[in-house]
């Protein structure tokens, strides 16, 4: 089984955080950091473990933000010399999220030192909440920054949707003040960049999928390969929804004259075992068919509603009389984001975008165990 998350901040930790603060700043009471940061971390879940370190950097760090932020920026990591890095920097960012955003230059630049050592995504979007144009002016000139961690830093922070971290509400309901951003790293040389890019418009997506499809149809003409698949990425969520616009930037128009057939190797399914389909397509139409196929499962949920999850399966091309078979299986199983209920649920594919076949199976749940 994976470490869970919140053992990345540790008891060991917090001691080399100390130990890498205390080398810059002789005033630094690193026991009393220490006592605070570890009263009662192990029975905190990660983001409340952080918080627990920034409230210590609080109580030890000077009051007077201008010279706390000269020891934190002092204490990360120069040629030669350890600092603060990684997973120390989380308690960080959310120490200059808190004060920050009164001295807002300073803030910046300590989160822009800060990010090629960790990220600073999570500090950054308090000062766009702050003040959003002030901060997206200063945010904009650092797309063309050498240091590919800052450039990310640009479009990954004024993600409006950035999981774990503050919802952005101003740029989730008008996010045009950060497509010049993404616009400006759409081409850059880092894919560690550009996939930042992508999600940020994929979270645009959920909100505006039309404006989401008209960036993509204004980028993707004469594209390089690394732009489309930047542009495809960011186009996921469109792509499994079926917007027709954002289908049709990448070549798939409704299927026309498809023969579709949608066959279950098992009817029932026993909870921890999978589904086993076959999807047999024929296109009996006179041209060529460019053909995206996914497939929902309509997963049963408590009230007895059901709710459609879409899979990605294969893309293909059809000649005319051009047949295609497809085998799946799909593992119903535990995982953390879904509970399921026993019943009837159904499976339907998709052929760009739109249903052309389904059919119900039953999903039981094992017997308890009796012992």
């Avoid at 995206?292 to 009389?321: E, N, Q, R």
Wanted: overall charge neutral; charged content about 25%; hydrophobic content about 40%.
């Amino acid at each position: 089984m994976p470490e869970p998350l919140k053992n990345l901040l540790h008891e060991t930790l917090v001691g080399d955080m100390a130990d890498r603060i205390a080398a810059n700043a002789p005033s630094f009471d690193r026991d009393r950091f220490v006592t605070l940061a570890t009263d009662g971390l192990g029975s905190l879940e990660l983001m409340k473990r952080s918080a627990l370190i920034r409230d210590a950097l609080f109580a030890t760090l000077p009051d007077n933000f201008t010279k706390a932020a000269a020891i934190l920026k002092a204490s990360l990591p120069t040629a030669g010399r350890p600092g603060l890095s990684g997973w120390m920097l989380l308690p960080v960012n959310q120490f200059i999220a808190a004060r920050g955003p009164d001295h807002f230059d300073l803030g910046l630049d300590l989160l822009k030192a800060l990010t090629p050592h960790f990220t600073a995504e999570f500090g950054i979007r308090s000062f766009i909440h702050r003040d959003q144009e002030r901060a997206l002016a200063i945010i904009s000139g650092w797309t063309g920054d050498p240091d590919q961690h800052v450039r990310r830093l640009a479009s990954e922070g004024s993600r409006p949707r950035l999981p774990w971290a503050m919802r952005l509400p101003q740029l989730v309901k008008d996010p045009a003040p950060i497509l010049p951003i993404l616009t400006a790293l759409i081409d850059d040389p880092e894919d560690y960049v550009r996939r930042s890019v992508a999600n940020s418009l994929n979270d645009i997506a959920k909100d505006h999928p039309d404006l989401v499809a008209a960036f993509i149809a204004d980028h993707i003409e004469d594209a390089s390969a690394e732009r489309r698949r930047l542009l495809k990425h960011a186009s996921r969520t469109l792509l499994k929804n079926g917007h027709a616009r954002a289908l049709a930037n990448f070549g798939f128009g409704a299927a026309a004259s498809l023969e579709c057939e949608l066959r279950l190797q098992n009817a029932e399914v026993v909870f921890g075992e999978g589904l086993d389909f076959e999807i047999r397509v024929r296109n009996a139409g006179e041209a060529p068919q460019s053909l995206m196929i996914d497939y929902a499962i309509h997963h049963v949920k408590g009230d007895g509603s059901l709710s459609p999850k879409v899979f990605k399966c294969k893309t293909i091309m059809l000649a005319p009389g051009q047949s295609h078979a497809i085998e799946r299986r799909h593992a119903i199983r535990p995982i953390t984001t879904r509970r399921y209920y026993p019943g009837q649920h159904r499976i339907a594919i998709l052929v760009n975008g739109a249903e052309s076949a389904s059919e119900s199976f039953i999903l039981r749940m094992p017997s308890p165990d009796p012992r």
